[in-house]
């Protein structure tokens, strides 16, 4: 076998053909006899289409791409239809040379072998006849699949290399070409992968194309409701079917040599039982993958490559992830990289102040802001104590800077339309301080116990806005109990005075009709629940703060207030490393909230809406 270089420079071999030279034939077409043009096109559609031909037509063309004008694109589109991919080395090497000729002779060709190229981004579709109807789908049994992924770039990178502006032209067609979700997991997972190995050598792309996706992801996050793929579970769980237990794993491609760890291997057990939900976590699988290959080159954290990666990230969380209320799943993109250094998680949360305090942004991204701020305190492992302080202070001021502000002003009534910025850094204080009070007073409790005094909790509690009347009650009530142990403000009073009188919340303005809360008036969220994905959540876990269900004895020490002197080795055991498992869970206080007295998350980890 020839080498590559002497391949090219070497002639063609002969073979059977029909007609005169390529540049004879398109001569006469010029001049209006069409019949060895007709022929040409015919041996070139002929399927069973020999690599010799092939050969010897590609070497033709590449010496006449001058003829191949606009008037000519049905020819050329015979040409970009050529069986080239699974054909011989011989035949890819000199298809790659045509391209690059073609597009650098006639630009006007660029979009056309783009689409081409692009269209090999997922399995080839086979039709399989069933019942008399055809079901086509993608074609899992390719062997070749990643040797020709690998192809396909080579020749976008080819074309990028002769036509600069090529960027602009691709983008739109990998936009277009975006399979359906109800796609098969493969045709997606394919894509995916290929689009994030045109960041690898196209990085002007990076940000549309990771915006590309993440939209993409989000529209299957929302499409798949937590209780949907709990119910999907437990029904698969119930069932007895051996059918299910045999699945075998999608996408078993080698991994390509740019972009190492982007293999996704399924077994049964890791399986979702929820079709959309396994589609999201093969790609969430990906997307944390690609993160953490750019993040690191040999082992080793690379900073650059890290925060260029972040500041993509978050100006798609900007425009995607803020707006887009109750996502599950894809804003631990966010969580994830924000794990590889504690200043990146620290930018983030300057970067969801920013958002929260500023008021001309909407209020209800400012709402949103808060929610991600105590979501990822209260969960992210790798946030130390000293970082919590530090947005506990900065938040706790700018709540004591509102009150002062509003409390004896025209507006001090709780109202969630004017003020629900402000209930929504309450509740992210509260629900910090559910998750972080043990770490906060660990090491000496006297100056633990100081440092949450400074924080005045019961001047929050006590204004005139009332934030325990608009924060969602099971956080309210574990935030009451743990006040009342550690003697910071005793809440119990303006709850059993909020559930007595019902106070409507005043939903207008000008102070016009009264409407009755909700127990979720704020239409709150905690961004960062449990991760429920089977394969992605492996991923997360490790970084993740769990709650622990409150034991019986847990919720009896929660009751009793500590007594001055007590010793720091009496501190209760609020975060335990595991979830206890009993039955005997009661209520902290005794009012009509005790429903909510569990935990500060349902059975998914967010405060129930009741």
């Known amino acids: 076998m020839l080498g590559g270089d002497e391949f090219i420079s070497s002639p063609p071999r002969k073979t059977v053909r029909f007609g005169g030279t390529l540049a004879d034939i398109l001569l006469k077409y010029d001049k209006g006899e069409t019949t060895d043009f007709e022929l ?103 062997e070749n699949l990643s040797e020709n992924f690998n192809t396909c770039h080579r020749a976008l990178q080819t074309v990028a290399r ?36 045109v960041t690898v050598y196209l990085p002007t792309l990076r940000l549309q ?24 579970e437990e029904t698969a769980n119930n069932s007895d079917s051996e059918e299910k237990s045999t699945e075998e794993g999608l996408f078993d491609m080698e991994e390509d040599e740019e972009r190492k760890g982007n293999k996704v291997v399924s077994s049964s057990s890791d399986r979702m039982a929820h079709p959309l939900a396994e589609r999201l976590d093969i790609l969430m699988t990906i997307l944390f993958s690609y993160i953490k290959d750019v993040c690191h080159v040999d082992g080793k954290l690379d900073i650059n490559n890290t925060k260029d990666l972040y500041r993509d990230l978050v100006s798609v969380f900007d425009k995607l992830i803020l707006p887009t209320h109750a996502s599950c799943h894809v804003q631990y993109f966010m969580f994830y990289i924000c794990s590889f250094k504690l200043g990146l998680a620290e930018a983030f949360l300057d970067h969801l102040w920013k958002k929260l305090h500023d008021p001309n942004n909407p209020s209800v991204i400012r709402q949103t ?14 946030i130390p104590v000293v970082t919590v302080k530090a947005c506990l202070d900065l938040l706790v001021n700018w709540m ?69 009347k608009i924060c969602i009650p099971s956080v309210v009530n574990l935030f009451a109990a743990i006040t009342r142990k550690y003697q910071l403000v005793f809440c119990y009073t303006i ?116």
Not at 521 to 550: A, C, G, H, V
Request: aromatic share 10%.
């Open 40 to 142: 040409l096109k015919h041996q070139l559609s002929d399927p069973d289409i020999k690599d010799a031909q092939i050969i010897n037509w590609l070497h033709e063309f590449r010496a006449s791409v001058a003829y191949l004008t606009k008037e000519l694109e049905q020819l050329v589109s015979i040409l970009l239809k050529l069986p080239w991919l699974r054909r011989s080395r011989e035949v890819v090497e000199e298809y790659l040379g045509f391209l690059g000729n073609l597009v650098s002779a006639q630009t006007v060709h660029l979009r056309p072998c783009l689409r081409m190229i692009v269209s090999h981004f997922v399995p080839p579709r086979i039709t399989i006849r069933e019942d008399d109807v055809d079901i086509s789908d993608s074609d899992d049994d390719d």
């Open 162 to 197: 002769y036509v600069p502006s090529t960027p602009q032209f691709l983008m739109p067609i990998l936009v277009e070409n975006f399979p359906f979700i109800n796609k098969s997991e493969r045709t997606l997972e394919c894509y995916v992968h290929n689009l994030l190995r």
């Open 209 to 232: 194309i990771l915006e590309l996706i993440i939209e993409k992801l989000l529209k299957l996050d929302v499409s798949t409701p937590q209780q949907d793929i709990e119910d999907a």
């Open 369 to 382: 802001a808060g929610s991600y701020i105590g979501s990822f305190l209260a969960r992210a492992k790798f």
């Open 400 to 468: 004591h800077k509102y009150i002062d502000n509003q409390d004896t002003g025209a507006n001090a009534y709780c109202d969630v339309a004017l003020h629900g910025p402000f209930y929504s850094t309450c509740q992210a204080v509260f629900y910090t301080l559910i998750f972080r009070h043990k770490q906060l007073l660990d090491g000496s409790l006297r100056k633990g116990l100081s440092y949450l005094q400074s924080l005045n909790f019961e001047r929050i509690v006590m204004c005139q806005l009332n934030p325990l």
């Open 495 to 610: 709850i059993e005075r909020n559930n007595r009188q019902f106070i409507p919340v005043v939903r207008s303005g000008t102070g016009g009709d009264l409407v009755q809360t909700c127990t979720n008036p704020l239409d709150s969220f905690f961004p960062f629940d449990p991760y429920m994905l089977k394969r992605s959540k492996k991923t997360i876990d490790p970084l993740y703060q769990f709650w622990e269900e409150l034991s019986a004895e847990d919720l009896e020490n929660l009751k009793k207030p500590i007594k001055k002197g007590t010793s720091e080795d009496e501190d209760d055991d609020f975060l335990k490393g595991e979830t206890p498992q009993n039955d005997g869970v009661v209520g902290i206080a005794p009012n009509s909230y005790e429903s909510n007295t569990r935990s500060p998350v349902s059975s998914i980890g967010s405060p129930p809406d009741c």
